[in-house]
């Protein structure tokens, strides 16, 4: 599972502010409902990069490939008048990260090949805004990553993991001499791989290189290593004068034996000794450094003592001089500094948040803040830390960009009805719309935004959620519903698109997803209360919202389903332990025992957030907290989504158990497992996948909750599925 950050600013937000439609405003009705194959058509926008003239702005356009089976990236460009449609720059399909020289001039962007049929590393290309075809600037054997222009475009600095021994292969190589490597590996460490990378290689440490630009298309310059060692570095960002790179660094060889630990490092550009910044007991977040050098700007969270299990990010100041202190700009702004919502919509490829940036004079930090159900961005003045809305309204602003002086700034949208456009922020905060880049397919589709309710948990908190109705939803009719659950579970439901409720509301069904406590983006108080008691109140804060959408008129109550992922899948394993009512349910990327988790998911707890201690220490609450401790309790047909390839939570852990459980007692269940899919699945994995995905949650609602007739679920297929299979 996934901590995530989260923020509350105690402020109303005034969505009619906003020139964001909160629907297809200028287009007629919608002729039909979307389907879950409209996501091959889906188009993302991620990793916009304003010019430094203000004129266009860079961003990678994402699409699903041709044999939709993965997704194609390639640089486009929009012009911030407004009045041009987007254009291509690059063709892809696996072209990202695109950035501009201090002068306007040349755009470089990551660029990676294939070879044999297989992606090969990224390397940086430069193309030039004259005209003419992209040239390679790199071709490290394990690429390139994070690259970052010098103040005088004449250096670029980026991140690779290339180390001496690869380069002697590859000389060797060169010369017709391969050597066998071996595929054996030694694990010394608790933690040595990670959900959707695999496992970590120790002997290849992310370190700092520059590469200076050639005199002419001819040349091609050498890369130069900046940082060594056994610790891997993060981005580099130049000091405003080109002498430093500053970039963080966790240096603890074995850091899961104490809280989050991030420092601030600089390093001269020309190469030399590593000098510490700035420290706190914390971690260092992304950063910007002010226009006079003086000051460094950072996103970090504080270690509270004793531990929590969710710490808000808040943004602090600190000296570039080494041996600061950090100061948290408006320590009472209980709120997260950062984006991401839950959802299954944010660019599947090449997405990247922005640090916080600064005003052209210094005064101020611009930085996105979450806050119950929306990110928007703020201002936070450098000397007193007020902090002043700089954009407005229900939504979530994914990320930004500005030119150097900050007169422009251009923003990445989501709503509940759109997927992600770009907008340019005006003087008065209203957003002028920059592209709408899903215009064709949106215009045919029926989109509802879904209906925000505020209502009262069992011990009077009260509790956000949002329903989706189906767009022709009837208020005098009772719906099946189906409560969906985010995971995290320190994350949050909110103002951003989510095709899995639009669509199961366009099948017919209510959709209710809350925000029950220990969700993040209100508060550190409410994002806390669910601390070694995790499943706890949080079901009681979801069968309270069940309860409200019953009492409202919405919901049948014999026709209810459950399903959530991830902190959502073992939340949902949990609901059927302690109750009966629900009809079917959905666990997908789970946790059956907590005991099993603790050793086998590819992070540890090692310090006492979720739990006190290690499972042999305290049996009791492992159990008491474990869903498969109660399965001798559950009637509910349930069905099991896995990805074999999900280290988060492995299926060994989760799905599998439940499955052979409800096996033994004869409870209707089924497991639906996804070959090479990560905890990302519903997020970023294969684009069929996806779909599949969400047909076989709605057929096992469909059977349980509105009786259809199915039978791919059968101990024996019919006969014709079992000939398809064969074909």
Same mark, same amino acid.
């Given at each position: 599972?996934?901590?995530?950050?989260?923020?509350?600013?105690?402020?109303?937000?005034?969505?009619?502010?906003?020139?964001?439609?909160?629907?297809? !405003?200028?287009?007629?009705?919608?002729?039909?409902?979307?389907?879950?194959?409209?996501?091959?058509?889906?188009?993302?926008?991620?990793?916009?990069?304003?010019?430094?003239?203000?004129?266009?702005?860079?961003?990678?356009?994402?699409?699903?490939?041709?044999?939709?089976?993965?997704?194609?990236?390639?640089?486009?460009?929009?012009?911030?008048?407004?009045?041009?449609?987007?254009?291509?720059?690059?063709?892809?399909?696996?072209?990202?990260?695109?950035?501009?020289?201090?002068?306007?001039?040349?755009?470089?962007?990551?660029?990676?090949?294939?070879?044999?049929?297989?992606?090969?590393?990224?390397?940086?290309?430069?193309?030039?805004?004259?005209?003419?075809?992209?040239?390679?600037?790199?071709?490290?054997?394990?690429?390139?990553?994070?690259?970052?222009?010098?103040?005088?475009?004449?250096?670029?600095?980026?991140?690779?993991?290339?180390?001496?021994?690869?380069?002697?292969?590859?000389?060797?190589?060169?010369?017709?001499?391969?050597?066998?490597?071996?595929?054996?590996?030694?694990?010394?460490?608790?933690?040595?791989?990670?959900?959707?990378?695999?496992?970590?290689?120790?002997?290849?440490?992310?370190?700092?290189?520059?590469?200076?630009?050639?005199?002419?298309?001819?040349?091609?310059?050498?890369?130069?290593?900046?940082?060594?060692?056994?610790?891997?570095?993060?981005?580099?960002?130049?000091?405003?004068?080109? *002498?430093?790179?500053?970039?963080?660094?966790?240096?603890?060889?074995?850091?899961?034996?104490?809280?989050?630990?991030?420092?601030?490092?600089?390093?001269?550009?020309?190469?030399?000794?590593?000098?510490?910044?700035? !420290?706190?007991?914390?971690?260092?977040?992304?950063?910007?450094?002010?226009?006079?050098?003086?000051?460094?700007?950072?996103?970090?969270?504080?270690?509270?003592?004793?531990?929590?299990?969710?710490?808000?990010?808040?943004?602090?100041?600190?000296?570039?001089?080494?041996?600061?202190?950090?100061?948290?700009?408006?320590?009472?702004?209980?709120?997260?500094?950062?984006?991401?919502? *839950?959802?299954?919509?944010? !660019?599947?490829?090449?997405?990247?948040?922005?640090?916080?940036?600064?005003?052209?004079?210094?005064?101020?930090?611009?930085?996105?803040?979450?806050?119950?159900?929306?990110?928007?961005?703020?201002?936070?003045?450098?000397?007193?830390?007020?902090?002043?809305?700089?954009?407005?309204?229900?939504?979530?602003?994914?990320?930004?960009?500005?030119?150097?002086?900050?007169?422009?700034?251009?923003?990445?949208?989501?709503?509940?009805?759109?997927?992600?456009?770009?907008?340019?922020?005006?003087?008065?905060?209203?957003?002028?719309?920059?592209?709408?880049?899903?215009?064709?397919?949106?215009?045919?589709?029926?989109?509802?935004?879904?209906?925000?309710?505020?209502?009262?948990?069992?011990?009077?908190?009260?509790?956000?959620?949002?329903?989706?109705?189906?767009?022709?939803?009837?208020?005098?009719?009772?719906?099946?519903?189906?409560?969906?659950?985010?995971?995290?579970?320190?994350?949050?439901?909110?103002?951003?698109?989510?095709?899995?409720?639009?669509?199961?509301?366009?099948?017919?069904?209510?959709?209710?997803?809350?925000?029950?406590?220990?969700?993040?983006?209100?508060?550190?108080?409410?994002?806390?209360?669910?601390?070694?008691?995790?499943?706890?109140?949080?079901?009681?804060?979801?069968?309270?919202?069940?309860?409200?959408?019953?009492?409202?008129?919405? !919901?049948?109550?014999?026709?209810?389903?459950?399903?959530?992922?991830?902190?959502?899948?073992?939340?949902?394993?949990?609901?059927?332990?302690?109750?009966?009512?629900?009809?079917? *349910?959905?666990?997908?990327?789970?946790?059956?025992?907590?005991?099993?988790?603790?050793?086998?998911?590819?992070?540890?707890?090692?310090?006492?957030?979720?739990?006190?201690?290690?499972?042999?220490?305290?049996?009791?609450?492992?159990?008491?907290?474990?869903?498969?401790?109660?399965?001798?309790?559950?009637?509910?047909?349930?069905?099991?989504?896995?990805?074999? *390839?999900?280290?988060?939570?492995?299926?060994?852990?989760?799905?599998?158990?439940?499955?052979?459980?409800?096996?033994?007692?004869?409870?209707?269940?089924?497991?639906?497992?996804?070959?090479?899919?990560?905890?990302?699945?519903?997020?970023?994995?294969?684009?069929?996948?996806?779909?599949?995905?969400?047909?076989?949650?709605?057929?096992?609602?469909?059977?349980?909750?509105?009786?259809?007739?199915?039978?791919?679920?059968?101990?024996?297929?019919?006969?014709?599925?079992?000939?398809?299979?064969?074909?």
């Amino acid at each position: 599972m996934k901590r995530r950050v989260a923020f509350l600013v105690l402020v109303v937000l005034v969505s009619c502010a906003l020139r964001v439609p909160s629907a297809r !405003a200028g287009i007629a009705r919608a002729t039909r409902p979307i389907t879950e194959k409209d996501l091959f058509r889906f188009v993302w926008i991620a990793d916009p990069q304003m010019s430094p003239d203000g004129s266009r702005v860079a961003f990678v356009r994402v699409t699903v490939n041709s044999k939709r089976d993965g997704y194609d990236t390639a640089i486009w460009t929009v012009a911030t008048s407004g009045q041009e449609a987007p254009q291509p720059l690059t063709h892809g399909p696996r072209d990202s990260a695109p950035r501009w020289s201090p002068d306007g001039a040349t755009l470089l962007f990551l660029r990676s090949g294939e070879k044999e049929g297989k992606p090969q590393p990224a390397q940086i290309y430069l193309l030039s805004m004259a005209g003419g075809e992209p040239r390679a600037l790199t071709s490290l054997p394990k690429g390139a990553e994070g690259p970052s222009w010098s103040p005088d475009g004449k250096t670029i600095a980026f991140l690779s993991r290339t180390n001496a021994q690869d380069l002697a292969k590859a000389e060797k190589k060169g010369k017709g001499e391969e050597e066998r490597e071996s595929d054996v590996r030694v694990i010394t460490r608790a933690v040595y791989r990670l959900n959707g990378a695999g496992y970590f290689d120790f002997t290849r440490p992310a370190h700092i290189w520059t590469v200076a630009l050639p005199a002419s298309t001819e040349d091609q310059p050498k890369p130069r290593q900046i940082t060594f060692g056994d610790f891997s570095e993060g981005e580099p960002v130049w000091s405003p004068d080109g *002498a430093l790179l500053y970039f963080t660094s966790n240096r603890v060889l074995e850091p899961y034996y104490q809280p989050p630990s991030a420092a601030l490092y600089s390093v001269p550009s020309g190469g030399g000794e590593m000098v510490k910044v700035a !420290a706190m007991d914390g971690a260092v977040g992304s950063f910007a450094p002010s226009p006079d050098g003086k000051t460094i700007a950072f996103r970090g969270e504080i270690n509270h003592r004793p531990l929590r299990s969710y710490e808000q990010q808040h943004l602090f100041v600190t000296t570039a001089a080494p041996g600061g202190t950090a100061r948290n700009l408006a320590p009472g702004l209980d709120t997260d500094v950062g984006a991401g919502l *839950a959802g299954d919509q944010h !660019a599947p490829r090449a997405g990247h948040l922005a640090p916080p940036a600064w005003s052209a004079d210094g005064s101020a930090v611009l930085a996105l803040v979450q806050e119950k159900g929306t990110v928007n961005l703020r201002r936070f003045e450098a000397a007193d830390g007020r902090v002043e809305p700089v954009t407005r309204g229900n939504q979530e602003v994914i990320t930004f960009t500005a030119t150097p002086d900050r007169k422009k700034i251009a923003v990445l949208v989501s709503t509940p009805v759109s997927i992600g456009d770009l907008f340019l922020v005006q003087d008065d905060g209203s957003l002028a719309r920059l592209t709408d880049i899903n215009h064709d397919l949106f215009a045919e589709l029926d989109l509802t935004p879904p209906e925000e309710v505020w209502y009262k948990s069992f011990d009077g908190t009260m509790i956000e959620t949002w329903v989706q109705k189906p767009p022709d939803f009837d208020p005098a009719k009772k719906y099946p519903l189906i409560l969906d659950i985010h995971g995290g579970p320190h994350a949050a439901y909110g103002y951003g698109f989510d095709h899995e409720f639009q669509w199961m509301a366009a099948k017919g069904y209510v959709v209710l997803y809350p925000n029950p406590r220990g969700s993040s983006t209100y508060g550190e108080k409410f994002g806390n209360i669910i601390q070694y008691r995790y499943p706890g109140d949080d079901y009681k804060d979801l069968m309270a919202g069940v309860d409200e959408l019953i009492r409202r008129g919405y !919901a049948d109550p014999q026709r209810l389903g459950v399903t959530g992922g991830s902190g959502g899948g073992i939340l949902t394993n949990w609901t059927i332990t302690q109750t009966t009512r629900f009809a079917a *349910a959905v666990a997908q990327r789970s946790i059956a025992d907590w005991s099993a988790f603790w050793g086998d998911a590819d992070f540890t707890l090692f310090t006492p957030t979720w739990f006190k201690g290690a499972p042999w220490e305290d049996p009791a609450d492992f159990a008491a907290r474990s869903p498969i401790t109660h399965i001798a309790k559950v009637k509910t047909p349930l069905m099991l989504i896995e990805g074999e *390839a999900d280290l988060r939570c492995p299926p060994a852990s989760g799905g599998e158990m439940m499955f052979r459980a409800l096996k033994y007692l004869k409870v209707p269940t089924a497991m639906i497992r996804f070959p090479g899919e990560s905890h990302e699945l519903s997020r970023s994995g294969q684009p069929w996948h996806r779909v599949e995905r969400l047909e076989h949650i709605l057929n096992w609602f469909d059977i349980y909750l509105q009786g259809k007739q199915m039978h791919l679920y059968d101990l024996v297929p019919p006969q014709e599925t079992a000939q398809a299979g064969e074909r």
